[in-house]
């Protein structure tokens, strides 16, 4: 059963976002890992703020929504099982990120979803 790690939040502008989340919202700023990604204080389930360009998914779009990443423990095999299904990826192949690796792909709805392999 796939397990939710993380509940991303892409948006236009990290500072705008980060004082709407701590100063409205009440979060607590946990970690910024780059100028771009920030991690908020939640329960065991971070929220993590991430600043994300229009061409990042459709070229001429703004770039906003919030993302479920699922927990996998093979970032390969989970990939291949996702193909095996026909999936439309996001990008084609795991990326890097602050902790470890993770995959981006669409739902039948077009919702975009992420696997995330944490490298320990």
Request: with cysteine; glycine share 6%.
């Amino acid at each position: 059963m796939s397990q939710v790690c993380v509940i991303g939040v892409y948006v236009p502008d990290i500072q705008e976002a980060v004082n709407f989340y701590t100063a409205v919202l009440g979060f607590k700023v946990n970690k910024q890992y780059t100028p771009k990604i920030v991690s908020l204080l939640h329960g065991e389930v971070p929220i993590v703020l991430e600043e994300a360009e229009s061409a990042s998914f459709n070229p001429g779009e703004n770039v906003s929504g919030v993302v479920l990443a699922l927990k996998t423990e093979d970032i390969h095999q989970t990939v291949k099982k996702l193909r095996e299904h026909n999936v439309e990826f996001v990008m084609e192949e795991p990326a890097d990120c602050p902790p470890g690796k993770f995959i981006s792909f669409r739902d039948p709805f077009g919702n975009i979803l992420e696997y995330l392999q944490f490298i320990h």
